[in-house]
């Protein structure tokens, strides 16, 4: 079973890499974060394929200068992430199924899905 760890562990982690600029790497654990790129406002890889049933953790690079926020009413999600940042997106445990999620900021071209199965 999938435990996140408490927030100022997390942070503890994460501070150091943003001020060098290099990504947040989780611990080792089960299932690895995806990495999800934002470019010229469009994600990269679109179809992000996760296991069902358990919780899993999405790390957005946004290589765009602008703020991007990760948004999805079928996960349930809003995550905004500075230009030039990372950012962490947990998803839930999600039944089988396919999920949409966009960037809110750049809707018509920043669009993707979450493939739970
Ligand atoms: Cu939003």
Redesign the pocket.
Same mark, same amino acid.
Request: proline share 0%; no cysteine; aromatic share 0%.
């Given at each position: 079973m999938y435990k996140f760890p408490p927030l100022a562990a997390l942070l503890a982690v994460a501070a150091p890499a943003l001020a060098d600029g290099s990504f947040f790497v989780a611990p080792a654990r089960a299932d690895a974060p995806t990495i999800l790129t934002l470019q010229n406002h469009k994600f990269s890889p679109n179809v992000i394929r996760i296991k069902a049933n358990q919780p899993a953790m999405i790390t957005m690079v946004n290589k765009d200068a602008t703020a991007e !926020?990760f948004?999805s009413s079928d996960l349930k999600v809003?995550k905004?992430v500075a230009g030039n940042q990372s950012g962490n997106i947990r998803i839930r445990a999600l039944k089988p199924g396919t999920y949409k999620f966009m960037g !809110?900021y750049h809707a018509a071209t920043a669009q993707g899905i979450v493939i739970a199965q």
């Open positions: !926020e948004d809003e905004v !809110e």
